[in-house]
């Protein structure tokens, strides 16, 4: 089972640098439903945050909120999408933001 969910991962990554838009929002939706599982995928969906395409950042900021975005670099990229020329971006990023419980989430 392991080594399935591994080449699943390793597949939807590899998407992640597909030329067509619609197989990156796909990996990207796809990792973020893996969840924590899917945390080996956070340095490519933190690439993906910089994609050319909103409809990638989107969905790979709803993919490291649903992955767990309780690292500093994590925090820092949703962070920096809050400021996204995209308001559904900025949006996706806060949500993200949102479900941060880790020693990086701001206490008040």
């Known amino acids: 089972m392991l080594t399935c969910v591994r ?3 390793e597949d939807w ?3 992640l640098r597909d030329a067509n838009v619609v197989a990156r929002c796909t990996a990207a939706r796809a990792l973020g439903q ?3 599982q899917a ?3 956070l340095p490519a969906l933190l690439q993906a945050l910089q994609d050319r ?3 990638v ?3 790979a900021a709803d993919a490291i909120g649903c992955i767990g975005p309780d690292t500093p670099d994590a ?3 949703l962070m920096q999408a809050l400021t996204d020329t995209n308001s559904f971006v900025q949006a996706t990023a ?3 933001l949102k479900k941060v419980d880790g020693p990086y989430a701001r206490r008040s």
């Open 7 to 9: 080449k699943r991962l």
């Open 13 to 15: 990554m590899e998407m």
């Open 53 to 55: 395409e909103p409809l």
């Open 34 to 36: 893996m969840g924590p």
């Open 75 to 77: 925090m820092l990229a």
């Open 39 to 41: 945390r080996e995928a």
């Open 57 to 59: 950042r989107d969905a």
């Open 94 to 96: 806060a949500k993200a």
